[in-house]
């Protein structure tokens, strides 16, 4: 009897919302970008039913796509089952090869110049080292490229744009936070890199102009409890810049995840940050 209550329980909730059949298969193309010279492949997972809602959602840029992509992928189903947060469209960012392609491409597109410290020359991907520095040349490809492409193609909302970052991707969010603070609205900023070049950019932010912040809507901050001393650094440094810029109260959340070192709190810290930003009303 339990297990028959047990399947007809499943079975309803399957059915209380189209939208639990899962999102839409993702769009795949291709984009080549003249801002750095490379090509990406790009990948954009739509609610269900997104093209005939008449709906404009919020988009979720993620460059780290090629790792942490089949997880994000299936959020969006858990996030609707739960009612937790409201429809959102993923935009993922990739590159064609292998795993040391990947290592490449993001050593050159994340970091904001070449390692100058003994500590960031040793934890930089040392095959990439000599290209690192071209974030302002990937900045360029989201801003003048991709989101255009994205925003003329499918039913996304340019007033809420989301960057999902983790660990080097997180500190060319923080670089995107400092640099061009009107290009997202919302931040997911897991565990970041800080600890480049000396914790520069977190210099970088504390002299940005400071009315610049109220552009930003929401910042998720996270780091694993478990993580370096360098890590745990950044993370309070950017907390308390972030406060102090005024980004505080309820359009920031800070987590310490417990028990987690930086690939453990990887996939809590995407799953919290995307219900903290787009949290069903």
Not at 183 to 209: R, V
Request: aromatic share 12%.
């Amino acid at each position: 009897m339990k297990k028959v209550l047990l399947l007809f329980g499943l079975f309803a909730l399957s059915t209380l919302s189209g939208s639990c059949a899962g999102p839409s298969a993702p769009v795949r193309f291709d984009l080549d970008s003249k801002a750095v010279g490379a090509r990406y492949v790009i990948e954009v997972v739509l609610p269900p039913g997104a093209a005939e809602s008449g709906l404009k959602y919020p988009a979720v840029y993620c460059p780290d796509w090629f790792v942490l992509g089949d997880y994000l992928k299936s959020l969006p189903r858990l996030m609707d089952m739960g009612r937790l947060t409201e429809p959102f469209v993923l935009v993922g960012i990739s590159q064609t090869g292998t795993m040391a392609d990947w290592a490449t491409a993001r050593t050159r597109d994340f970091t904001p110049a070449r390692p100058t410290d003994e500590y960031s020359k040793q934890n930089t991907y040392t095959p990439a080292i000599d290209l690192a520095g071209g974030a302002s040349r990937f900045i360029a490809f989201l801003k003048e490229e991709l989101i255009p492409r994205i925003e003329s193609t499918y039913p996304v909302d340019p007033a809420r744009r989301a960057f999902a970052g983790y660990s080097l991707g997180a500190l060319l969010g923080t670089g995107l936070l400092a640099g061009e603070p009107v290009l997202f609205q919302y931040f997911l900023l897991g565990s970041p890199s800080l600890w480049f070049n000396e914790f520069g950019l977190i210099l970088e932010f504390e002299k940005a102009p400071a009315p610049y912040p109220q552009a930003v809507q929401k910042v998720y901050l996270s780091v694993g409890e478990e993580e370096s001393w360098e890590m745990l650094k950044g993370f309070g440094q950017l907390r308390d810049a972030l406060k102090g810029k005024g980004i505080e109260g309820p359009r920031l959340k800070t987590e310490i995840i417990p028990q987690a070192g930086h690939v453990g709190a990887m996939p809590i810290s995407l799953y919290n940050g995307l219900r903290f930003l787009f949290a069903r009303k």
